[in-house]
């Protein structure tokens, strides 16, 4: 008899990666509200962007970044 492997039991999925993005996500979406709530004239011409530059990017009008972070369990990273 011939068993399978933990592998062949396993389907290949990418859960722990998409679960990684939703907590980017999540605190992206909770710095630019920060931002926002700071100055809220200062920073309306700012862009943010995900994934790119680093796990998430503030970005000026002319796409220079305003800041980079990178995100890990134990929070973020500038």
Sequence with gaps: ???ESAEEKS????I???SGFVYQ???ALYHSLKLIL???QGCSNYKLQLD??????ILDEDD???SLHQ???GGVRS
């Design 71 to 73: 995100v890990n369990a």
């Design 38 to 40: 700071e100055d809220i």
């Design 11 to 14: 389907p290949h999925t990418a």
């Design 52 to 57: 790119s530059l680093e796990d998430f990017a």
């Design 25 to 27: 996500g999540k605190v």
């Design 64 to 66: 220079n970044p305003i």
């Design 16 to 18: 722990t990666s998409w």
């Design 1 to 3: 008899m011939c068993e």
